[in-house]
């Protein structure tokens, strides 16, 4: 089992950077793949990002390609999501989740943290 903490997050202007943090708790971390999900109000939690077990493989949404970069550091049991050229459809609540699985799909991950809330100002 493992536990998940988001920190990084705040209010940005357009154009703006901010990296996400998600530190896990638990010696098997480096075994998991994690995600990035985000929620805006109103919206359904969607993919943002996803990072295989060894770090080998990534893979991204659409909309957050060639903005954002997700990474690991096992040695710090940290997942980061950095992102550039922050927009303000981008403002929602962030998560990070962990499973043994790799995909973009929510339910794949049983693993979730409490959020951390990203606004971008126009």
């Known amino acids: 089992q493992v536990q998940l903490v988001e920190s990084g997050g705040g209010l940005v202007q357009a154009g703006d950077s901010l990296r996400l943090s998600c530190a896990a708790s638990?010696?098997?971390?480096?075994?998991?793949?994690v995600g990035w999900f985000r929620q805006a109000p109103g919206n359904e939690r969607e993919f943002v990002a996803a990072i295989s077990s060894s770090g080998s493989s990534t893979y991204y949404a659409d909309s957050v390609k060639g903005r954002f970069t997700i990474s690991r550091d096992d040695a710090k049991n940290t997942v980061y999501l950095q992102m550039d050229s922050l927009k303000p459809e981008d403002t929602a609540v962030y998560y990070c989740?962990?499973?043994?699985?790799?995909?973009?799909?929510?339910?794949?991950?049983?693993?979730w943290g409490q959020g951390t809330q990203v606004t971008v100002s126009s």
């Open positions: 989740a962990a499973d043994y699985g790799y995909g973009s799909s929510w339910s794949e991950y049983n693993y």
């Open positions: 638990g010696r098997t971390f480096s075994s998991y793949a």
